[in-house]
């Protein structure tokens, strides 16, 4: 079964708009931890935040903003005011030791290609 | 800090040959993982190494294997190498086992024609 569902395959926005990318994940674990990576046309994935499943508070650094809620096992990270810059894959990632995993395992899903037009 | 550097970036083999990766850590970092990017199966988790020994493998055959050195270095090898195997090869590092950040190299684009 799929760990992480990222509906979204692709969006398109114009510069200055907000947008919200989707991430839903599934585990019968307690204690497990979320990410989020940033994958530009160079290929390199960029780290951008972490979570774990007993901190609910929602984070913001800068322009980027991230909104966990486990009643409904969603991990969701908006872009306010995107930028062209802001053009990339974005993956949601989950670690647990659920159903044979440990944790230090990433499982992605499978992306949301994100175009920001000037 | 330099990043996580993987040798070589590009790489074409034909089928049945084999080949090996390289990874160079973070420095300080002793946790080493790898992942297969392809356009079908999307990111997936190869195998995990700390200290030296492998702590975590994922779905892959036998003939993808890998290893890590006492100065954390790490290399894969894929034996008998078949057309599927055709991907981006991610190397991340991590400071400690777990799931704590991972920082992911440039990685390396395998042809296999």
């Known amino acids: 079964a799929q760990k992480v569902t990222q509906a979204q395959t692709e969006i398109s926005v114009v510069e200055k708009e907000d947008v919200t990318l989707d991430c839903v994940y599934e585990?019968?674990?307690?204690?497990?931890?979320l990410f989020w990576y940033k994958q530009p046309p160079s290929g390199e994935l960029v780290f951008l935040i972490r979570?774990?499943?007993?901190?609910?508070q929602n984070e913001i650094s800068g322009r980027y903003s991230w909104n966990f809620q486990k009643s409904t096992s969603s991990f969701n990270f908006t872009i306010t005011a995107s930028q062209v810059v802001d053009s990339a894959v974005y993956f949601c990632?989950?670690?647990?030791?659920?159903?044979?995993?440990?944790?230090?395992?990433?499982?992605f899903g499978r992306g949301t290609q994100l175009t920001v037009w000037p | 800090k330099a990043g996580v550097t993987q040798t070589p970036r590009y790489l074409i083999k034909t089928r049945g040959q084999q080949v090996t990766l390289s990874c160079s850590p973070i420095?300080?970092?002793?946790?080493v993982s790898w992942y297969q990017q392809t356009p079908g199966q999307g990111l997936q988790f190869l195998f995990e190494?700390?200290?030296?020994?492998?702590?975590n493998k994922g779905n892959f055959p036998g003939r993808f294997s890998g290893r890590q050195f006492s100065n954390s270095r790490s290399e894969m090898n894929v034996s008998t190498l078949e057309l599927g195997d055709s991907a981006l090869y991610l190397c991340?590092?991590?400071?400690?086992?777990?799931?704590?950040?991972?920082?992911f190299g440039p990685g390396t684009r395998l042809t296999v024609t």
């Open positions: 991340a590092s991590s400071f400690r086992q777990g799931a704590y950040e991972q920082y």
């Open positions: 990632a989950l670690s647990d030791n659920d159903r044979g995993s440990t944790l230090g395992r990433l499982y």
């Open positions: 979570r774990n499943s007993f901190d609910e």
């Open positions: 585990t019968r674990d307690t204690t497990y931890y």
């Open positions: 420095s300080g970092h002793r946790s």
């Open positions: 190494y700390f200290s030296e020994t492998q702590r």
